[in-house]
């Protein structure tokens, strides 16, 4: 399938090259001179140095991907096609964007007569290059056209229809939640070992968790890669950063008046983070960086 893509970070460029390996003919955009030029010399791939000549480039009932930071850029993105676009063309949303803007820019765009379709993507930047977790939500037809799409970024399995618009995003947006608890929990465990009186080697402990324990996980790969590049993380300070999904979780288990004591901690420690140095926050911190390639705080 024909398909553009705008939006050439860390998370869209392996999505394009992803695409492309699957025999996808992609023709790729982005606000970079240099990262619009770098993906054009990948065999296969077609660039558009503007929104216009990306659209002019597609044919048929045209599939533009956009992986842009989640905010008021996508609706800078989506005004700025709109104009290029026809009836039936669809625009897939495949970042982190809130499940209610996602709802209502798919109610904008059907008054276009444009179809709309959001999906939570997972798995960090080598999951966009080697296969992602997708959670799609839209209309059925939609999605059924789409379908090949997000089938073969994806893991055997790891790609799934889950409702009406904007319930990929809401997906996506729980899934995180759940990420910020998985992960705080990690952390403070390294933190109670860090404060011992015991000399350990916080890699090995984290290998050896991985071989067989209860809270084997991706996650424990990750931070233990983390402790064999910085042993006792030394180099980065204990700020935690986050998108936003965390507080949008927490907002909407309110809204719901569903308890969720565990997300809400965790983001409350995020913030905390933010007001001195912890070793918990260097492991949330190193574990952003290992799986989305999140910035650290250097010393």
Known sequence: MQIGLIGLGK?????????????????????????????????????????????????????IWLMVPAGPIVDDVINSLVPHLAPGDILIDGGNSNFKDSVRRYTALKGKDIDFIDCGTSGGTSGALNGACTMVGGEPEVFAYC????????????????????????????????????????????EVLEQSQYDVDFQKIAELWNHGSVVRSWLMELVANAFSKDPNLDSIRGVMHSSGEGKWTLETALDLGVPTPVIALSLMMRYRSQQADTFSGKVVAALRNEFGGHAVERK
């Open 11 to 63: 998370m869209g460029y392996n999505i394009a090259l992803n695409l492309n390996n699957h025999g996808h003919a992609v023709v790729a955009h982005d606000v970079s001179a240099e990262l619009t030029a770098s993906i054009g010399t990948v065999q296969g791939i077609e660039t558009g140095e503007t929104i216009e000549s990306l659209c002019r480039r597609l044919t048929g009932r045209r599939v």
């Open 147 to 190: 379908k090949a799409i997000f089938d073969d970024i994806s893991l055997p399995g790891g790609s799934l229809y889950v409702g009406g618009p904007g319930a990929g995003h809401f997906t996506k947006m729980v899934h995180n939640g759940i990420e910020y608890g998985m992960m705080q929990a990690i952390a403070e465990g390294f």
